[in-house]
T-cell receptor, first 108, second 113 residues
Framework: RKEVEQDPGPFNVPEGATVAFNCTYS??????FFWYRQDCRKEPKLLMS???SGNEDGRFTAQLNRASQYISLLIRDSKLSDSATYLC?????????FGTGTRLKVLA | DAGVIQSPRHEVTEMGQEVTLRCKPI?????LFWYRQTMMRGLELLIY????????DSGMPEDRFSAKMPNASFSTLKIQPSEPRDSAVYFC???????????FGQGTRLTVV
């Protein structure tokens, strides 16, 4: 089993739609969690950290479920500019482990 | 701050040649990470350093790969000899702490022919 697993997609959604991604992790001792965004041929950049109580940043909401060992990302009112690959990151055993990413394409 | 700086941005080399990738982390960051990204395997952690000391190199694929961090502002990843299957994008990232955000450089796109 991979340490961090994501559905690769692609998720093709119309503008204005709500879309959600999940990510599961295997190390129950993991300490911190993030969502990164990666545009084509660019480096990954932090989208948001994920806190135990859940957190929101504008149209983006992140949730953590420690009992079931998964994190989620919800994007509301999708924009064309949201088209990218979204990487789940779990920090466990003192290193950042990336999922393979979920590709999102927002259609006009 | 200029962010994490990697060089070169692109490298094309022939099989068997030595390749050296360079990274300058963000000043004050104690952690430095080297990642490799391919379509098939995604982002793989190769090695990371804490205060210039290699902590975990379990992701280094073979003895052909080596990494050094002679000081807090510079690290290298060397492949000798290179092989076509080493073709990938290599990212360097740095972080101020263990559980905080990691900042990535723009990557080095390596092609071994």
């Amino acid at each position: 089993r991979k340490e961090v697993e994501q559905d690769p997609g692609p998720f093709n959604v119309p503008e204005g739609a709500t879309v959600a991604f999940n990510c599961t992790y295997s190390n129950s001792a993991s300490q911190s969690f993030f969502w990164y965004r990666q545009d084509c041929r660019k480096e990954p950049k932090l989208l948001m950290s994920v806190y135990s109580s859940g957190n929101e940043d504008g149209r983006f909401t992140a949730q953590l479920n420690r009992a079931s060992q998964y994190i989620s990302l919800l994007i509301r009112d999708s924009k064309l500019s949201d088209s990218a690959t979204y990487l789940c990151v779990v920090n466990g055993a003192y290193k950042y482990i990336f999922g393979t990413g979920t590709r999102l394409k927002v259609l006009a | 701050d200029a962010g994490v700086i990697q060089s070169p941005r692109h490298e094309v080399t022939e099989m068997g040649q030595e390749v050296t990738l360079r990274c300058k982390p963000i000043s004050g960051h104690d952690y430095l990470f080297w990642y490799r990204q391919t379509m098939m395997r995604g982002l793989e952690l190769l090695i990371y350093f804490n205060n210039n000391v290699p902590i975990d190199d379990s992701g280094m694929p073979e003895d052909r790969f080596s990494a050094k961090m002679p000081n807090a502002s510079f690290s290298t990843l060397k492949i000798q000899p290179s092989e076509p299957r080493d073709s990938a994008v290599y990212f360097c990232a740095s972080s101020p702490g263990l559980y905080t955000e990691a900042f990535f450089g723009q990557g080095t796109r390596l092609t071994v022919v």
